[in-house]
C-alpha cells in the first residue's frame, strides 16, 4: 500500500540500551523527517534528510543518529536512550518543492 | 527560542459556532505558513495553507489570515462540527534557506461541544 509507515507503534526501553525507529515511504518523496511531539513544546525537528546519503541535523540532534542508504527509508536510532528520550516520535515526507509533509502515524517510545 | 508560539494550549467552542485558533511568529525569513490537525493516535494530517503573498487563504469551512505587520496568521473554522475537535498545529518555513523545514507551534486543542 502507497503511503508512509512507521515501525514500531510503540516500545517500551531501558535507559542506556540502542533503539531504532523504522520509517518507510511508497512515493519516492526527496525530503523525510524526524520529529518529536512532547506537551508544551509542539514537533520539534530531530533530523532531516534531502536525498538518499544526505542528512542534516535539526532543533534537538543529540543522542540520535540518522541515515539514509535508500531513498525509501529513513531510520532513527538512539545511541543510548536516556528518559528524556521519552516521547512520541512522526516521520514525515515531502515532494522537493512542496512544504506539504505526509506523516506517519507515529511511534510512542517509553524509556525506563 | 520558541520562534512559532501557539499561546493557547486549548480552546473550547460551541458546535455551529467559530472556532478561531491563533499563532505568532518572531522569524520574518518565514514566507510560508501552514495548519495541521491532529487526532489522537495519529499523525498530523495538512489543513491549510497560506504564502506571505497573501493575506488569506479560503477553503471551504476553514480560512487563514496572515497579518504580517503583526507577525500573526489565525485559522477560523465555521461553523465548527465535532468532528474538528482535535489538536491544531501552526507552522513556517523560510524558503530561502531552504530544505522545507517546518517550524511547528505547540499545538492547541481544540473542543467542539455539541
Known amino acids: 500500500d502507497a503511503g508512509i509507515t512507521q515501525s514500531p507503534r510503540y516500545k517500551i526501553t531501558e535507559t542506556g540500551r540502542q533503539v531504532t525507529l523504522m520509517c518507510h515511504q511508497t512515493w519516492s518523496h526527496s525530503y523525510m523527517f524526524w520529529y518529536r511531539q512532547d506537551l508544551g513544546h509542539g514537533l520539534r525537528l530531530i533530523y532531516y534528510s534531502a536525498a538518499a546519503d544526505i542528512t542534516d541535523k535539526g532543533e534537538v540532534p543529540d543522542g540520535y543518529v540518522v541515515s539514509r542508504s535508500k531513498t525509501e527509508n529513513f531510520p532513527l536510532t538512539l545511541e543510548s536512550a536516556t528518559r528524556s528520550q521519552t516521547s512520541v516520535y512522526f516521520c514525515?515526507?515531502?515532494?522537493?518543492?512542496?512544504?506539504?509533509?505526509?506523516f506517519g502515524s507515529g511511534t510512542r517510545l517509553t524509556v525506563v | 527560542d520558541q520562534q512559532v508560539k501557539q499561546n493557547s494550549p486549548s480552546l473550547s467552542v460551541q458546535e455551529g459556532r467559530i472556532s478561531i485558533l491563533n499563532c505568532d511568529y518572531t522569524?520574518?525569513?518565514?514566507?510560508?505558513f501552514l495548519w495541521y490537525k491532529k487526532y489522537p493516535a495519529e499523525g498530523p494530517t495538512f489543513l491549510i495553507s497560506?504564502?506571505?503573498?497573501?493575506d488569506k487563504n479560503e477553503d471551504g469551512r476553514f480560512t487563514v489570515f496572515l497579518n504580517k505587520s503583526a507577525k500573526h496568521l489565525s485559522l477560523h473554522i465555521v461553523p465548527s462540527q465535532p468532528g474538528d475537535s482535535a489538536v491544531y498545529f501552526c507552522?513556517?518555513?523560510?524558503?530561502?534557506?531552504?530544505?522545507?523545514?517546518?517550524?511547528f507551534g505547540q499545538g492547541t486543542r481544540l473542543t467542539i461541544n455539541p
Open positions: 514525515a515526507s515531502s515532494e522537493s518543492g512542496s512544504y506539504g509533509y505526509t
Open positions: 507552522a513556517a518555513s523560510a524558503g530561502t534557506q531552504g530544505a522545507q523545514k517546518l517550524v
Open positions: 497560506i504564502s506571505s503573498i497573501k
Open positions: 522569524n520574518s525569513m518565514f514566507d510560508y
